[in-house]
């Protein structure tokens, strides 16, 4: 059986379950709409919290597209806005390279971790669904 090379890097979540599952495409459009938080970052560090069964992304943002709380703030003097997101230690989240589309939804006034597609394939999916006039709403995926 021979599957060929993948094109695609792997997904940031390599977890079997249903939370952290890489989303469709269609997924991902929907939560750039519906979303509480949709942001352009990087993974600047991952903090694992055994004991709540949960992991801390620690994002640096690079584009805000929506937030509808103050989760990401400006930092010091540089500048730079970060923020926290909140996921399931299962998913086994760990600081890589790159640009990834962050979305979720509040809970508890903390972040949840939503769909995160790499950057650039987010890029691909807007401009596909934008192409076929598929998209659910607007966003300037640049």
């Avoid at 994002?59 to 805000?64: A, D, E, Q, R």
């Avoid at 990834?100 to 596909?128: I, N, S, V, W």
Wanted: glycine share 10%.
């Amino acid at each position: 059986l021979h599957h060929g090379p993948s094109r695609t890097p792997p997904p940031l979540f390599q977890g079997k379950k249903a939370p952290c599952r890489p989303c469709s495409d269609t997924e991902v459009l929907l939560a750039v709409c519906t979303s509480d938080f949709v942001i352009r970052g990087s993974i600047q560090n991952v903090t694992n919290e055994a004991e709540e069964q949960e992991s801390i992304i620690h994002v640096g943002v690079n584009k805000l597209y929506r937030q509808k709380s103050k989760v990401f703030q400006l930092t010091g003097e540089s500048g730079n806005w970060r923020g926290q997101i909140k996921t399931l230690l299962e998913c086994g989240v760990k600081p890589g390279d790159g640009d990834f589309l962050f979305t979720g939804r509040m809970h508890f006034g903390e972040a949840r971790l939503g769909c995160a597609p790499r950057f650039k394939d987010f890029q691909r999916m807007y401009k596909e669904a934008k192409d076929k006039g598929l998209n659910p709403c607007e966003i300037g995926p640049d």
